[in-house]
T-cell receptor
Framework: GQQVMQIPQYQHVQEGEDFTTYCNSSTTLSNIQWYKQRPGGHPVFLIQLVKSGEVKKQKRLTFQFGEAKKNSSLHITATQTTDVGTYFCAGIGGSNYKLTFGKGTLLTVNP | DSGVTQTPKHLITATGQRVTLRCSPRSGDLSVYWYQQSLDQGLQFLIQYYNGEERAKGNILERFSAQQFPDLHSELNLSSLELGDSALYFC?????????????FGSGTQLSVL
């Protein structure tokens, strides 16, 4: 079945440092979504990428979708303590309507 | 607030018991999804309903069942509970059933099986 892998599992940074999490799928994805879950909270939708090679920005966050539509990345510039949480990628492959989540990257930020 | 309501927030029960988790989707959303979140397995897709019909099925155990009612709320039934079923169960909803749907998650039900 479709698998979505995320690395790293954990990342601890000093406030102001950059952060990147990577997502890889075993199959070609029709789209990729990113969610953020704050500690003790629920996943919250951040963005969706659909096109091959697509790049989208939200303030300090940059999202990329690979040319082959099998990988994606989320980059945060100059992290802040408010960025703390687990970042999940999720994708749907082909005609499979199951949105499969990666295991997430837990980001902690030292002030 | 995502607009998705889940009850109860916490549930403590014993092995072998049966529980029902309830979810009310956002107003206007026709799809409901159930996910199980545990520390080692991440967010596992269980099942999706669209307008009362089962749409997609994930790794849902035979001891688990779900349904979506005419008013679009959904229930997840977990029976013959085992210690390993302890997890956070999320319900999510979306407007449609397609592959580009954005999911809105509820606050979850924390299930503890003792």
């Amino acid at each position: 079945g479709q698998q979505v892998m995320q690395i790293p599992q954990y990342q601890h940074v000093q406030e102001g440092e950059d952060f990147t999490t990577y997502c890889n799928s075993s199959t070609t994805l029709s789209n990729i979504q990113w969610y953020k879950q704050r500690p003790g909270g629920h996943p919250v939708f951040l963005i969706q990428l659909v096109k091959s090679g697509e790049v989208k920005k939200q303030k300090r966050l940059t999202f990329q979708f690979g040319e082959a539509k099998k990988n994606s990345s989320l980059h945060i510039t100059a992290t802040q303590t408010t960025d703390v949480g687990t970042y999940f990628c999720a994708g749907i492959g082909g005609s499979n309507y199951k949105l499969t989540f990666g295991k997430g990257t837990l980001l902690t930020v030292n002030p | 607030d995502s607009g998705v309501t889940q009850t109860p927030k916490h549930l403590i029960t014993a092995t072998g018991q049966r529980v029902t988790l309830r979810c009310s989707p956002r107003s206007g959303d026709l799809s409901v999804y159930w996910y199980q979140q545990s520390l080692d397995q991440g967010l596992q897709f269980l099942i999706q309903y669209y307008n009362g019909e089962e749409r997609a099925k994930g790794n849902i155990l035979e001891r688990f069942s779900a349904q979506q009612f005419p008013d679009l709320h959904s229930e997840l039934n977990l029976s013959s509970l085992e210690l390993g079923d302890s997890a956070l169960y999320f319900c999510a909803s979306s407007v449609g059933q397609g592959t580009n749907e954005k999911l809105f998650f509820g606050s979850g039900t924390q299930l503890s099986v003792l």
